[in-house]
């Protein structure tokens, strides 16, 4: 995960998940598992009916584990995609909405966090207000666009809607400087598209076109609801421009192409035609001595489109930018337009969600941590929390181990690994210091001032780090979130507290399953730091290259077998994965389940492994990994995936990643004629 967001938020996000306990150990010589006599009272934690025995595990080791899964399983109709997440995730809509329905429905002081919560999920059911408001919540911004006057103002006004949440040309974010994790630092990012990525306007195959000309229709069925008079045509020559200027993702995966930090004042050379002024006064980091620049090149195409494109066309297309985010929460019209463009045709999606469930995801997305305080008071137990943190410590001593027994680094670079990899810090479940929303001003019947007064609060937040210290108790994620993340300026892992919980953890199963399950992704989240891009990062966070030339080529070399590997794989007709732009993903993938393997093997303190359901401590350890993966997708998302995802498909999660191991073959007895099969100097080691 990075560890900043550019989505605006009148885009809800996705909803999170549930927990669980978690069983775990420590030390630095790694702990004891119970005896055999006890494990045999244990499960295999294997659900053994989701699997097809007519699949060999050699062949195809995903379908072994999940055949029946995916042969039975209908994606639901409001789902572009289905699966073990996404399992997880709707029993956490169902506990969510209990704690967010319970707030709206008590009577609350105003301005607590109750009050809070339950009127922002009110103003977001009120479907009857909405309706009668149509398009009069944005109709003001509509007013404030009319009125400008020149380009000028027109970077003024970028500058303040972005403040509030609505996407503009140029994005602006704060986080910890890249080359100096001591401090905070303002940095720029591309944006502006309508479509997912630069790719859908770049590309001239039938479908790219078909879809191009799918978007263009929807922004004339939004644009004659609105009853605004504009182009269509201009519009889309604006984000084909910008479009054209945009860096590619595998690009921007690049941490030191990515940094590129000068005076405030050096954007006027990267394009005269913006008045950058205007911009960051308007956002309120015009007093900051320096910028950091993620694509200069793009500022360029920026300063080029905007004295190529008309004012009139250009204040089109701010308008569009405005109905297009806002449209999901204003009247059923605007709302199903978005949806039928947006999630039919892009995703496949079938069916609009319920309305309480988008109302539930927008109210996480908006005063998460609020709504996570009392989640975690009803649904996290406070010795899961101590369990994982031992598990976290178990993985970082594998990790060593695994650093020390490399046999292709140089004694030099192990030392500064090793040093990096003592300096990781790790949080588990829920924040120490949760946020504080006594500034949010948050109404029962103005949903579009909520979400607006919301960004601004956000950005504020954002904006009062600058010249701080850095925060190291802030949280990327909701402890509701079904997810984990590295953060690599601040050499972090976190765990929220609902992916503790099967099929990631599994309480009343042996450890085997568990250490292939979260065990695994730990792992993951620890291997980030060694990726391909965040092995660039030392363990204070900085940008620094901390490796001998000779042990950096060596990586990149089996790095760019692992590319070749995954770009060899086909998800759909004429569709590969990108390798390189899935790079660190797989990297994390690999490294995790070795690290996770030889952290299983150190907690059997040289005992062997009970067989359980006749499979041995090995076959459920893969296994477990397997049926972590379990998930099915539409054409349509898989291919939108295939393009804006880093993470590659869950299949290839799983087949990709064991045909590297050696362990794998030893597990399963492959053979040379196996499906699975890569002759040993083929395989990928890493980590």
Request: hydrophobic share 40%.
């Amino acid at each position: 995960m990075t560890a900043f967001n550019l989505k605006p938020l009148f885009a809800p996000a996705l909803a999170a998940a549930a927990l669980s306990g978690l069983l775990a150990c420590s030390g630095d010589t790694a702990p004891t598992t119970e005896d055999s006599a006890k494990k045999q009272a244990l499960n295999a934690g294997i659900e053994r009916a989701n699997g097809d025995s007519s699949v060999r595990a050699q062949d195809d080791f995903y379908r072994h584990v999940n055949g029946q899964w995916l042969a039975n399983t209908e994606i639901p109709a409001d789902k572009s995609n289905y699966g073990s997440f996404g399992i997880l995730a709707d029993a956490a809509e169902a506990q969510l909405r209990a704690i967010i329905e319970e707030a709206a429905a008590a009577p609350s002081e105003p301005g607590t966090e109750a009050q809070k919560v339950g009127d922002f999920f009110k103003s977001y059911m009120d479907t009857a207000k909405l309706e009668q408001l149509g398009m009069s919540p944005i109709a003001p911004i509509f007013n404030e666009i009319d009125a400008i006057a020149d380009k000028d103002a027109l970077m003024t006004w970028f500058g303040q809607a972005s403040r509030s949440g609505m996407r503009t040309p140029v994005a602006a974010f704060i986080n910890q400087d890249k080359r100096d994790a001591t401090r905070y630092a303002v940095y720029t990012y591309q944006s502006g598209l309508g479509l997912p990525d630069r790719d859908y306007y770049l590309k001239d195959d039938e479908k790219s076109q078909s879809l191009r000309e799918a978007y263009k229709a929807h922004i004339a069925t939004m644009l004659e609801l609105a009853k605004l008079d504009a182009s269509v045509e201009a519009i889309f020559a604006i984000e084909a421009a910008l479009a054209k200027g945009q860096w590619a993702r595998v690009d921007n995966r690049d941490p030191v192409k990515t940094y590129n930090k000068m005076p405030m004042a050096e954007l006027s050379k990267l394009s005269a035609a913006v008045n950058w002024a205007n911009w960051t006064k308007a956002l309120g980091i015009d007093s900051e001595a320096d910028i950091i620049v993620y694509q200069p090149s793009y500022m360029t195409a920026f300063g080029d489109a905007l004295a190529a494109q008309s004012l009139a066309d250009w204040k089109a297309y701010a308008k569009w930018k405005v109905l297009s985010g806002a449209a999901p929460l204003l009247s059923k019209d605007f709302d199903e337009a978005n949806f039928n463009f947006y999630s039919k045709t892009l995703r496949g999606v079938e069916a609009q969600q319920e309305r309480w469930k988008r109302a539930v995801q927008f109210t996480d997305n908006v005063i998460g941590e609020a709504v996570g305080k009392i989640y975690v008071e009803k649904h996290f137990p406070k010795e899961a929390k101590a369990r994982m943190e031992k598990l976290v410590q178990n993985l970082l001593v594998a990790f060593g181990h695994g650093i020390d027994g490399l046999e292709w680094m140089t004694p030099d670079t192990k030392v500064a690994a090793r040093e990096k990899l003592s300096k990781f810090t790790y949080k588990i479940g829920y924040p120490d210091k949760w946020r504080d929303y006594s500034s949010l001003e948050i109404k029962a019947d103005d949903l579009i001032g909520n979400a607006k007064r919301a960004a601004v609060y956000e950005y504020e937040r954002e904006l009062a780090k600058l010249g701080q210290p850095i925060d190291k108790t802030e949280w990327g994620m909701t402890p509701q979130t079904v997810n984990a993340y590295y953060n690599p300026v601040a050499n972090e892992i976190v765990f929220p507290a609902a992916i503790l919980q099967p099929p990631f953890f599994n309480m009343a199963a042996d450890d085997a399953v568990n250490y292939g399950g979260i065990g695994a992704v730990i792992g993951h989240e620890i291997g980030h730091g060694f990726d391909d891009s965040g092995s660039q990062y030392d363990g204070d966070g900085n940008l620094r290259n901390w490796w001998t030339d000779t042990d950096r080529e060596e990586f990149e070399r089996r790095t760019a077998v692992l590319v070749e590997q995954f770009n060899a794989f086909e998800p759909l007709p004429g569709q590969f994965i990108n390798g390189k732009f899935t790079l660190g993903e797989n990297i994390g993938d690999l490294g995790g389940m070795t690290i996770a393997h030889k952290a299983y093997q150190l907690s059997l303190n040289g005992k062997p492994a009970p067989i359980i359901d006749g499979l041995t401590g090995d076959q459920r350890f893969f296994m477990g990994w397997g049926q972590v993966w379990a998930r099915k997708y539409r054409d349509e998302e898989l291919s939108q995936r295939l393009i804006t995802d880093p993470h590659s498909p869950s299949e290839f999660r799983v087949n990709g990643i064991v045909r590297n191991m050696p362990e794998f073959y030893n597990a399963f007895d492959v053979k040379p004629e196996d499906g699975l099969y890569l002759a040993p100097e083929q395989r990928v080691k890493i980590w």
